[in-house]
């Protein structure tokens, strides 16, 4: 359910060797605390005919890694939103409002960090909004 995909080289990574164990979101939470001081987050959900947004993909990409969460399969995600909202850690995050409402629903706070692209190529002159597609160009 927690899953590191592939690696730089294209090949399947093995996760980590990990010297705890517990369940899934404690492990979660844990790699972002210990691993992970700036991070990626992106979420895919469905918003249509739904009065909240259902979250069916978590991306969470660190310096070495890429992490592929599906809460679909897990029901308590407390523990990791609360990893991913430590003041303490950097977040980027494209056009970030869902990924905002996310945190606030699972940890109760905002990222204090947040680095939103799409807001930053706004403020400078770029349309908005702007897709990742063009930001990136």
């Known amino acids: 359910v927690l899953q590191r995909s592939m690696s730089q080289a294209g090949s399947l990574a093995a996760p980590p060797a990990l010297p705890w164990s517990g369940t899934f979101h404690a492990i979660g939470a844990r790699l972002l605390r210990e691993y992970a001081p700036r991070i990626g987050l992106d979420t895919e959900f469905v918003s249509e005919g739904v009065y909240e947004p259902i979250l069916c993909l978590v991306q969470i990409a660190t310096a070495e890694d890429i992490w592929i969460l599906d809460p679909i ?28 409402r996310f945190c606030l629903r699972g940890a109760r706070r905002a990222p204090e960090k947040v680095c939103d692209p799409q807001i930053a190529a706004g403020m400078v002159g770029h349309g908005y909004p702007l897709s990742h597609t063009n930001v990136v160009r």
């Not at 897990?74 to 905002?100: K, Y």
Request: zero cysteines.
């Open 73 to 100: 399969a897990v029901s308590d995600l407390d523990e990791f939103w609360q990893a991913v909202t430590d003041p303490q850690r950097d977040v980027l995050a494209l056009a970030a409002r869902e990924e905002i």
